[in-house]
């Protein structure tokens, strides 16, 4: 029996036409906070960190409904699209168990 999910999503954010990382961090931080405080999920900055074209962010969400998890990280996905000036160039989605990542159900070697 599974009791709750987590989800992670990781999105790409690309933009070329930046030259420095301060202005990278100027687009992209924004974004980081807007998404902490819209949808109940936490955000990180991945890596990129030192890129001034590129950045992967990760948003995390946990819950007993693996349906609410799809439905928020896909309006995270879509808020996160739909705004900034970058592009999101590559996107992915994992759902997982918290039995299966925390071992539960596992019989016992003892």
Known sequence: MDTGYVGILTLRLEMPWVSNLKEKRALVRPVVE???GKFPVTVARLDGLDAHDW???GVATVSNDHEWIQQTLKMASDYVAAGGEYRVAAEEQVISSLSD???YGEEDDE
């Open 55 to 57: 950045e992967l962010i």
């Open 101 to 103: 990542l925390m071992g």
């Open 34 to 36: 807007r998404l902490k």
